[in-house]
């Protein structure tokens, strides 16, 4: 379903989960020394970093889920015209690796939290950097057809047509 533009639940949920992601490669470091402490001795430590690390987790796993009802229920806007095939082709596979990586990484990071499993634990690693390029390549994208294109991309995630 191709609507005129995002609802403003869809943007704020949008700058939502980039908060939380943020936070998540900020303040991950508390997660890392607590989980390499649960390989080591199989006990596990509930310091403020790794509160604050699982809860910000378990809230982009609901944030997503959310993201994807919505997007199913409203619609997203339709890929500017001035976007060839392959760039409309590469931004739909991009903003599916991103919903996948919104479930995969809070489900990996539970498994290998709560099995201390570490080949979950290293999935999960994969996974975060995988997050971390596509948002580098996000943000570029959003950047150019901001800046040097001039369509209007950006404005899309501000401005909600409700």
Do not use: C
């Amino acid at each position: 379903m191709s609507v005129s533009g995002y609802s403003r639940m869809q943007i704020r949920l949008h700058w939502a989960v980039f908060v939380l992601v943020a936070v998540q490669f900020l303040f991950g470091d508390g997660m890392a020394r607590a989980f390499d402490q649960l390989i080591e001795t199989r006990a596990q430590t509930f310091t403020p970093g790794v509160i604050l690390h699982i809860g910000s987790g378990l809230l982009i796993l609901v944030l997503a889920f959310w993201r994807i009802g919505l997007r199913m229920l409203h619609g997203v806007p339709a890929p500017d015209p001035s976007h060839s095939a392959a760039q409309v082709m590469v931004a739909r596979v991009i903003y599916g690796l991103f919903y996948l990586l919104m479930v995969l990484l809070p489900v990996s990071g539970m498994v290998a939290w709560s099995q201390g499993s570490a080949l979950a634990g290293n999935v999960h690693s994969v996974l975060r950097v995988a997050m971390l390029v596509l948002i580098v390549v996000h943000v570029a994208a959003a950047l150019v057809g901001q800046f040097v294109k001039k369509d209007g991309t950006m404005t899309r995630m501000v401005k909600p047509v409700d």
